[in-house]
């Protein structure tokens, strides 16, 4: 079984500053993938950022970065210059290989405030 | 661009009835969600389909049932609501060349009383 854990209910941030949202996971599976979303007030689940287990890199797009420590199973989700617009709810989520059918495992998540 | 939607975004329902939330998605995908998401539980998977006609169990199914006859919809019944099935129930589509990226819809905000 598969369990993401996000441990900061949470998390305030000054405006135009880097935060860091934190995420470890558990799977015995050696092929997975992991996701963030952003949920903002409006309900809608927007996809950020998507990391493959065998990926070499560190994935990113635009502002947000994975930092992926296998080792460590952690997958933290970095925005950098936070904007007013990241005010939100964030999820960690994984997927397992294998038979899973592309079902995801969430995170509680993490309130994100940006301050300006 | 790709587009999952949700027959409502409220809905109000009295203790008893049978309710039907609808989900329909234009990409293809072959897995398909039902997801109810409460303050401090996260997203709950209810029930998926990987296949027109097949369905699992997630893990909170009592109380509920799905549908899928086509493969672009997938719809969730509840047989007869209760109080504790108000909640807001997201539904995503997904495929494995997609790396199950779920795409999802825009929420059902459902009340029950």
């Known amino acids: 079984a598969q369990k993401i854990t996000q441990t900061q209910p949470g998390m305030f941030v000054q405006e135009k500053e880097a935060v860091t949202l934190d995420c470890t996971y558990d799977t015995s599976d050696p092929s997975y993938g992991l996701f963030w979303y952003k949920q903002p007030s409006s309900g809608e689940m927007i996809f950020l950022i998507y990391?493959?287990?065998?990926?070499?890199q560190n994935a990113t797009e635009g502002r947000y970065s994975l930092n992926f420590q296998k080792a460590r199973k952690s997958a933290n989700l970095v925005i950098s210059a936070s904007q007013l617009g990241d005010s939100a709810m964030y999820f960690c989520a994984m997927v397992a290989g294998g038979t899973s059918y592309g079902k995801l495992t969430f995170g509680q998540g993490t309130i994100l405030t940006v301050h300006p | 661009d790709v587009k999952v939607t949700q027959s409502s975004r409220y809905l109000v329902k009295r203790t008893g009835e049978k309710v039907f939330l609808e989900c329909v998605q234009d990409?293809?995908?072959?897995?398909m969600f039902w997801y109810r998401q409460d303050p401090g539980l996260g997203l709950r998977l209810i029930y998926f389909?990987?296949?027109?006609?097949?369905?699992e169990k997630g893990d909170i199914p009592e109380g509920y049932s799905v549908s899928r006859e086509k493969k672009e919809r997938f719809s969730l019944i509840l047989e007869s609501a209760s109080t504790n099935q108000t909640s807001m129930y997201l539904c995503?589509?997904?495929?494995?060349?997609?790396?199950?990226?779920?795409?999802f819809g825009p929420g059902t905000r459902l009340t029950v009383t």
């Open positions: 389909s990987y296949d027109v006609k097949m369905k």
């Open positions: 990409m293809d995908h072959e897995n």
């Open positions: 995503a589509s997904s495929a494995p060349w997609d790396s199950y990226e779920q795409y």
């Open positions: 990391q493959g287990s065998y990926d070499q």
